[in-house]
């Protein structure tokens, strides 16, 4: 689709049923229906950078800050390996301390649990990546946030927009399976903008994409914004599906916490997979990226049995393997 084609389906609600079943359709030709299973490890939620929507940017005081040191973090993996996770997804704040050889070690230990791995942990060098790549890691979650480079700066101070680009077409370049995404409902956002994200999720021609609505935290400076809209989130999921059809899409937890039943409309509309988090609860609610988040209190047992649960109620399966992109499987 062109950009004029996008803005007119993203500001036309009668295209909405329409778009969710075309996404639904194009998901089940190109992925089928397995939902892919991830299973995520925040394991450090103090970070140096100082988004403005994001509740563990580091001038926020009044978060909990921890750390999950290697032998801990692999008792997760280990568990969620046990409940049959088949890829791993190491998530954290941008954090010095796990520095690359830091880095290298958890890797090499959790491949030895033969899982695909996943790092989501923020913009690095080239040579950093490369370390990680050559380390086993098979895939990196790095969202864009947003193609508008004059609100992403407003966004992130002291970061610049063309280096969170230069970093996805470095892990691309590197090999590695490379997810992005954006925010839905930034203050500012215009529907052209949101075209040009996925107009730029095409031209990367990203690996995965997570689409989040904006929800604001009271610790931010966004704190008074209005939250993004869960219909024009998924919409614009949707379609990254018919413009990107064979890659893999998470139903984002950020949508299952404004729509109670968020993640299996995602599932409906386009989605092939969830991410649901595999650590102790104890860290779950000092992961605070926006309130409200789920499973807060919800043992790993709990949501991988809760998650199976509601996709076999819409007649889809749980994949048994690792997930890769369609054609790129290793
Ligand atoms: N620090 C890494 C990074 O920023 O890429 C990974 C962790 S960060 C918490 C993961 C994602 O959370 C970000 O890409 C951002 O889109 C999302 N996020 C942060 N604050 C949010 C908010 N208030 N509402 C919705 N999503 C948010
Ligand atoms: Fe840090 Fe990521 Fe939050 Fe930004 S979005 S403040 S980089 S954890
Ligand atoms: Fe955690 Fe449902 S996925 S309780």
């Not at 103090?46 to 563990?56: A, F, V």
């Not at 990546?129 to 086993?136: R, T």
């Not at 076999?312 to 997930?323: A, F, H, P, Q, V």
């Amino acid at each position: 689709m062109n950009k004029q084609e996008l803005i007119d389906i993203l500001s036309d609600i009668t295209k909405n049923d329409w778009l969710f079943k075309e996404a639904d359709r194009v998901r089940h030709e190109n992925v089928g229906d397995e939902v892919h299973l991830r299973g995520l490890i925040e394991f450090s939620n103090i970070c140096k950078r100082q988004c403005k929507y994001c509740g563990l940017r580091s001038p926020n005081k009044d978060v909990e800050r921890y750390r999950i040191l290697k032998d801990e973090l692999l008792l997760y993996a280990k568990n969620a390996v046990n409940l049959g996770y088949k890829t791993l997804v190491l998530q954290s704040g941008e954090d010095d301390y796990y520095d690359t050889d830091k880095m290298v070690e958890i890797i090499r230990e959790i491949k030895k649990f033969d899982v695909a791995l996943t790092l989501s942990i923020g913009e690095k060098t080239y040579d950093e990546y490369k370390a990680f790549k050559d380390a086993g890691a098979d895939r990196y979650l790095l969202r864009i946030e947003t193609t508008d480079q004059n609100l992403y700066e407003k966004m992130h101070p002291n970061a610049s927009f063309e280096n969170r680009q230069r970093c996805l077409y470095d892990l691309k370049s590197l090999g590695f399976e490379t997810g992005s995404g954006c925010l839905v409902g930034l203050p500012n956002q215009t529907v052209e903008s949101l075209a040009d994200d996925i107009l730029f999720f095409k031209e990367l021609n990203a690996d995965m994409i997570g689409i989040g609505p904006f929800i604001p935290h009271a610790q931010t400076p966004l704190k008074d914004a209005q939250k993004g809209d869960f219909w024009l989130a998924l919409k614009v999921m949707a379609l990254t599906r018919l413009n990107l059809p064979d890659i893999n899409i998470p139903a984002t937890t950020a949508m299952e916490t404004l729509n109670p039943n968020g993640r299996l409309i995602a599932l409906q509309s386009g989605a092939n997979v969830v991410m649901p988090n595999v650590t102790s609860t104890e860290y779950r609610a000092k992961y605070e990226i926006y309130p409200g988040k789920i499973c807060i209190n919800d043992a790993p047992e709990k949501c991988r049995g809760c998650i199976e649960a509601k996709i076999k109620s819409i007649g889809r399966t749980i994949s048994k393997e690792k997930g890769f992109r369609t054609g790129s499987q290793k």
